[in-house]
């Protein structure tokens, strides 16, 4: 069988992006312009947010909104074990603590049984992770932070089409935030977004993206002249990658419809291989937006993990890791906390035992049905 070049994750892009581009850097404004206030509109009518806040990256996204908070050193955040580092950076950059909660084993989503066991008085937020695009189950969560009077965050980093009850993900809590990355669900190169549901806290973080000034370039009657009236940060979206993100939602429904096509394709075949066990990705009342499938390897492959992925990079399969470790595992964290390699064993199970294989919109259903056959052919060497 000739072997098949099938990148993990490639940005789709083409001509209506380019023009887009063009069209900007034929003009006069490269930020503070009009395009990002169009992306932002976009985006509110595709997710029925009321208010969304165009940004440069996830991680500003979620900075700002315990820099919003007013979150200090003593306060504490809960964040799940399993994510990327940036979803605990953030409680870090603005000076808290954040204290971690393990998986969930069947979702890899944060357990919830284990939350309100890890809030003390000094709790400011709860935030959350829908850990490869499977919406967290937000009805609890909402009950836990209303008893406890906690802010609510959302990491949809990996969740855009994302849905729970109909309601998209990043609506349910105070904030959403997410991720234009070249190989998520839609890309602007780099660059984020912050929805909300509170006329306040969109008015504050836009202002508190840009230095803290209260008026922006347009709303200024004589050019360069403006107050300070709060500190904050160069945390905008600049125009040029508004422009793409403006195309990008434009084909977003397509994207995610392929990607579901070919996750039910390759999980049907994955779910007959004795050696691997699939995160749960459906339920009657979630919506993922498969951002990829992630296989757990069973004790006796697990230890060969490498070979695997060597196999399958060999035979020109793209393979990544979601994540290469607990956060907190990784030397920052335990070297600060003193966290040791047997906490938080669901999230160890699937960080050190996970393969992630793509789903996205660049691949086919033939190239679904090759992974599955090299899959098959790594295992079999593996055992």
Do not use: W
């Amino acid at each position: 069988m000739t072997i098949r070049k099938i990148p993990f994750g490639k940005p789709i892009l083409d001509e209506a992006e380019k023009q887009a581009v063009r069209k900007v850097l034929d003009g006069d404004i490269l930020v503070h312009g009009p395009v990002a206030k169009e992306f932002e509109a976009s985006f509110n009518r595709y997710t029925g947010s009321p208010y969304s806040v165009s940004v440069a990256s996830c991680t500003a996204a979620l900075h700002l909104s315990y820099f919003y908070l007013g979150i200090k050193a003593g306060d504490e955040v809960i964040v799940p074990a399993q994510t990327h580092n940036a979803t605990a950076h953030a409680v870090e950059l603005a000076g808290g603590k954040p204290i971690f909660v393990d998986a969930d084993t069947t979702t890899g989503n944060i357990d919830i049984d284990q939350i309100e066991g890890q809030i003390t008085s000094r709790t400011k937020a709860l935030s959350l992770v829908h850990f490869l695009g499977l919406p967290v189950a937000m009805d609890r969560i909402l009950e836990i932070a209303k008893k406890h009077n906690l802010f609510v965050v959302e990491d949809c980093a990996l969740a855009i089409g994302s849905r729970y009850k109909g309601v998209h993900c990043g609506l349910h809590g105070d904030v959403g935030c997410f991720s234009f990355y070249p190989v998520k669900h839609m890309t602007t190169a780099e660059g984020g977004m912050l929805t909300t549901k509170h006329k306040e806290v969109a008015d504050k973080i836009a202002r508190q993206k840009a230095f803290g000034v209260d008026r922006t370039v347009s709303e200024r009657q004589i050019p360069g002249v403006y107050d300070v009236t709060m500190l904050g940060f160069n945390y905008r979206m600049n125009e040029l990658a508004a422009a793409m993100g403006i195309e990008q939602l434009k084909k977003i429904d397509g994207f995610l419809n392929r990607r579901r096509q070919n996750y039910e394709i390759l999980s049907k075949r994955l779910r007959e291989m004795p050696e691997i066990s699939l995160l749960e990705s459906t339920h009657a009342e979630f919506q993922s937006s498969y951002y990829c499938l992630s296989i757990i390897l069973s004790p006796k492959v697990s230890p060969k993990r490498f070979d695997v992925v060597k196999y399958l990079n060999d035979q020109g399969v793209g393979t990544s890791v979601y994540y290469p470790r607990p956060v907190p595992h990784f030397t920052y964290y335990r070297s600060k906390y003193g966290f040791s390699e047997n906490s938080f064993p669901n999230a160890s199970r699937i960080s050190y035992s996970s393969i992630a294989l793509p789903v996205a919109p660049h691949l086919g259903a033939e190239d679904m049905e090759y992974i599955a056959d090299k899959v098959k052919d790594a295992l079999v060497k593996a055992v």
